[in-house]
């Protein structure tokens, strides 16, 4: 199970952190975030191996947002700022054992259900 947390209302510049609360059998799973806008696709938004040790990123977030994760605690955060409209999206949090390109939504198997971000003036 993943559960995400954190999405609200916000404005150009403002600064949010997301929440993902994985269930224990994700420990050893890399963990990610996709995101979708209205009447778009699914976008890759960031991602963090198991131990930690690599994080990947989409090339609209790069240098704005920062992926983590709290192996003791089972939780990945995605740390955004500088926010603009264009990151208005549902967020979804995703987990796969080995997902072979990371930047592919079909190399995830499991996802949240999404929490919704807007950034509006």
């Known amino acids: 199970q993943l559960v995400e947390s954190g999405g609200g209302l916000v404005q150009p510049g403002d600064s949010l952190t997301l929440s993902c609360a994985a269930s224990?059998?994700?420990?050893?799973?890399?963990l990610g975030w996709f995101r979708q806008a209205p009447g778009k696709e699914r976008e890759f938004v960031a991602a963090?191996?198991?131990?930690?040790?690599?994080?990947y990123y989409g090339d609209s977030v790069r240098d704005r947002f920062t992926i983590s994760r709290d192996i003791a605690k089972n939780t990945v955060a995605l740390e955004m700022d500088r926010l603009k409209y264009d990151d208005t999206a549902v967020y979804y949090c995703?987990?796969?054992?080995?997902?072979?390109?990371?930047?592919?939504?079909?190399?995830?198997?499991?996802w949240g259900q999404g929490t919704l971000v807007t950034v509006s003036s």
């Open positions: 224990t059998r994700f420990s050893d799973y890399a």
């Open positions: 963090i191996t198991y131990t930690g040790a690599g994080s």
């Open positions: 995703t987990a796969d054992l080995d997902p072979f390109d990371p930047y592919r939504e079909s190399a995830w198997r499991y």
